[in-house]
């Protein structure tokens, strides 16, 4: 049975009341076939990715902007309010190239200098825009920073006052030349302040705004096809609302499509694709975390949730998805173009996602970044750099194909609310396997019953298969076959990937 899709006419619910009209659905997203850049060609199972620290000596780093005007620079925010430079040819600058420490409240392990974004005129302008937790109180802020007058002028801030965490503060402007930020539900567990499904509070939400002019008394102006221009009670700077946390998110350069990258509450991290100009969607929390109803949510009556197009379970040693950038580069497009990257801060494993072409989504695991990574940059010719956030350093990220030397393919009989999966493991290598594990999710509501061939145990979605006395040699060619019986709630799917002692796996059939 197809997974549960809930997107569909869009129904805004206003703070707690019934819904409201929405604006008409949009068309889906485009396919990457038409787009400049052809998908790469190379199965994401033959993706590996590798870092090369390039610095060190960063504090706290937070975020990547690189600036269009030929000059290879990154900057990139620390903690404490500043921001440093980087170029290639000479390293990391010892004095930073902007200062606003005083102005930072830098208390709690969330709060700080969060995002910085640099407008498409940045070369004239010299403007940088930067979102950070102010003094006294802690409300998240989004400033303009006038670089050749190092002045600070504020120009929109959102109280956050009861807890120190979940303060989103992603910049970027998107295709539109509009800026977009992003503010997380106000923090605590479990959406104590119902912020995310309000309309009336920038709390869990992404903002668009235009700052390329002022109008009346706002430092900015409110575009006028924004979703909730008009809504009464509501605030008009909303874009998308019913987040968590949407630490990281990303606008594809070849078609304007969004990827969000949204921090979980313990059991689902999420991935989000929105094609443009899909404003006014109601991305779910905290009625649903990922793709699970979350007990004792906020579900407003009548409200149409959109689905992420990927999540995974923290229960693999995740805590927090940082959201990355589709791949537009030159250097690795024959591997990884049109390919979106993501990470966690805690397992470090690098995510790559594609669209199948049929409306569902290529996914593998291709290897790990450094510890503790916070954000993931693109320089201006689209080149990936990382930085992490203890020790503190900036790290190149490069693509090389390695072929999978395990494939696994699948067997699914679905029946009622039960099904059975037989999965053929085959050693693709040149060396034999002596002992093994093979890891994989299984989709939202199957619950594994019995299995074969394999000693078998689940947590949360996960799966560790590990090998029996009879089969634990597979040697180079040679194939082994487990399997197992699971009920199920409605999607009785096969797994998506497979990694065979940390390895990721060819899937088949």
């Known amino acids: 049975m197809p997974r549960r899709r809930w997107t569909g006419p869009l129904l805004l619910a206003l703070l707690l009341t019934a819904p409201l009209s929405s604006p008409a659905e949009a068309d889906a997203l485009p396919s990457r076939a038409a787009t400049a850049e052809a998908a790469s060609p190379a199965p994401l199972p033959s993706l590996h990715a ?8 960063l504090k706290r780093p937070t975020a990547i902007a690189a600036p269009d005007d030929g000059t290879d620079r990154l900057f ?37 200098l969060l995002g910085i974004a640099l407008p498409p005129d940045f070369a004239d302008s010299q403007d940088l825009y930067l979102a950070y937790t102010a003094l006294p109180d802690g409300a998240v802020t989004l400033a303009r920073y006038r670089l050749d007058e190092s ?18 503060g992603q910049l970027a402007f998107g295709p539109d030349g509009d800026l977009y930020w992003s503010i997380g539900d106000g923090g605590g567990s479990a959406d104590p302040l119902r912020s995310a499904q309000r309309l009336d509070t920038l709390l869990g939400k992404i903002m668009r705004i235009d700052v390329s002019r002022s109008c009346g008394s706002l430092a900015y102006c ?23 946390n949407p630490w990281r998110f990303s606008f594809d350069s070849a078609d304007g499509s969004m990827w969000i990258g949204d921090v979980g509450q313990g059991r689902w991290e999420e991935v989000d694709h929105l094609a443009p100009g899909r404003g006014g969607l109601n991305l779910g929390w905290s009625c649903y975390e990922g793709l699970e109803k979350f007990a004792g949510g906020d579900c407003v009556p009548g409200a149409t949730y959109t689905e992420p197009v990927f999540t995974y379970s923290p229960y693999t040693g995740g805590c927090s998805v940082i959201g990355g950038h589709v791949y537009r580069g030159e250097k690795y497009a024959d591997l990884v173009g049109g390919t979106y990257i993501a990470t966690d801060y805690c397992s470090s494993t690098v995510w790559a996602l594609r669209p199948d ?19 993931i940059g693109a320089t201006a010719d689209g080149e990936f750099y990382v930085v992490n956030d203890l020790p503190g350093g900036l790290h190149r990220v490069s693509f090389t194909r390695e072929e999978p030397t395990c494939r696994v393919d699948r067997a699914v009989k679905a029946w009622g609310t039960g099904t059975t999966v037989d999965l ?10 002596n002992g093994w594990t093979l890891e994989f999710p299984l989709p939202l509501g199957q619950t594994v019953i019995s299995d074969w061939n394999t000693d078998l145990t689940q947590g949360s979605n996960t799966i560790a298969a ?6 634990a040699v597979i040697a180079p060619g040679a194939s082994v076959t487990l399997g197992y019986l699971a009920g199920h709630t409605g999607d009785a799917s096969s797994p998506p990937r497979f990694m065979l002692n940390g390895d990721a796996c060819a899937v088949g059939e």
């Open 424 to 433: 053929t493991v085959t050693n693709t290598g040149s060396t034999p396997v």
């Open 151 to 168: 002045r600070l002028e504020v120009l929109l801030s959102q109280p956050h006052a009861e807890n120190s965490n979940h303060n989103g």
């Open 76 to 112: 990139i925010t620390q903690k404490s309010g500043t921001v440093r430079v980087y170029r290639p040819d000479t390293g990391l600058a010892p004095a930073p190239v902007v200062d606003i420490s005083s102005a930072v409240d830098e208390s709690g392990n969330e709060r700080g």
């Open 466 to 471: 590990t090998n029996a006395a009879h089969n």
């Open 222 to 244: 409110v575009p006028d096809d924004n979703p909730f221009v008009g809504t009464p009670g509501a605030r008009e700077e909303i874009w998308l609302y019913g987040l968590r």
């Open 357 to 375: 072409g049929d409306g569902g989504y290529e996914q593998a695991e291709i290897g790990e970044m450094p510890t503790q990574v916070t954000s």
């Open 50 to 57: 590798t870092t090369t620290q390039v610095a060190s000596g």
